[in-house]
Structure formats: structure tokens, C-alpha cells
């Protein structure tokens, strides 16, 4: 994986979507990525549309899907 980096946890305030600042600062991040010669990767929850568009415009492609487990501690 030394030649990929994650690209994670980048998020809007409900307050603020709509407004471009996701794509700025995605297209940001993904830019330093390559400045290092990586390839940027990312995951996303398949109900999240919103990201899933943002993401497409920004040249991301799917390569496979996952399944996602939520583990939780059991109490008593």
C-alpha cells in the first residue's frame, strides 16, 4: 500500500453542505496526495448518493463493494 493513501473522514456541517467546501477541500486533499506520486482511495457507505456524486465528479470510480460490519459492545 506504499503507493496509495486514504483519503478519510472529510465531512460537512449539515449547516454548510451545498456549498462547495466538501469538493474544495477533497479536491485539496486529493492534489497533495498526488503531488507524492500516490494514488488517493476512499471508501463510502453505499446510501451516502450526496458523496457518491461528489466524488464521481471529482474522477473517483468504484472498483468493488464491501460489506461493512458495526460491531458494538454488549452490555448486560
Known amino acids: 500500500m506504499n503507493d496509495f493513501t486514504e483519503v478519510s473522514a ?4 449539515p449547516d454548510y453542505t451545498g ?5 474544495q477541500l ?3 486533499v486529493v492534489n497533495q496526495i498526488f503531488t507524492e506520486n ?4 476512499l471508501h463510502v457507505v ?5 458523496a457518491i456524486n461528489l ?3 471529482l474522477g473517483f470510480v468504484t472498483r468493488r ?3 461493512f460490519w ?4 454488549y452490555e448486560d
Open 46 to 50: 453505499e446510501s451516502n448518493i450526496g
Open 19 to 23: 456549498k462547495g467546501y466538501a469538493k
Open 70 to 73: 458495526n460491531i458494538t459492545k
Open 38 to 41: 500516490k494514488t488517493p482511495f
Open 55 to 57: 466524488y464521481e465528479k
Open 65 to 67: 463493494k464491501m460489506r
Open 26 to 28: 477533497t479536491a485539496y
Open 10 to 13: 472529510i465531512i460537512t456541517h
